[in-house]
């Protein structure tokens, strides 16, 4: 089953946003458990939209505000939810931020 990780951190955050991930990555991308991932721009570059009785509507910045805000993001392939919270739980950013892990449906899901 694949997961989403939704790391997230409040404004402190952007201090370790070029720390890397200490490795973190290398060893589940050779098993096979990371399907993508990546960093996201700051929210201040973000613009929302959202569509009302037809009409866009267009905002800039992000989409609620929030003591934290997503940073970036990580879909993993694992056998179950407690291998996707241990893989979590030792991502660097969860030290100083949160991680949100997410279960992803599947095409099945939806027939």
């Known amino acids: 089953m694949q997961y989403l990780l939704m790391i997230a951190g409040d404004e402190s955050a ?7 991930c200490d490795g973190w990555g290398e060893e589940l991308e050779r098993q096979g458990k990371i399907r ?3 960093g996201l721009r700051p929210p201040s570059e ?3 939209i959202r569509v009302r009785d037809g009409e866009v509507l267009l ?3 992000p989409f ?3 003591k934290e805000q997503i940073g970036g993001y990580v879909v993993l392939d694992c056998e179950d939810l407690d ?3 241990a ?11 949160s991680i949100e892990v997410r279960p992803i449906l599947s095409p099945e899901d939806f027939a």
């Open 14 to 20: 952007a201090e370790h946003q070029n720390d890397g």
């Open 83 to 85: 291998e996707a919270l």
């Open 59 to 61: 905002t800039d910045g």
């Open 64 to 66: 609620t505000e929030a």
């Open 36 to 38: 993508g991932g990546g």
């Open 87 to 97: 893989i979590a739980a030792r991502h660097p950013a969860a030290t100083y931020g």
């Open 46 to 48: 973000a613009t929302t």
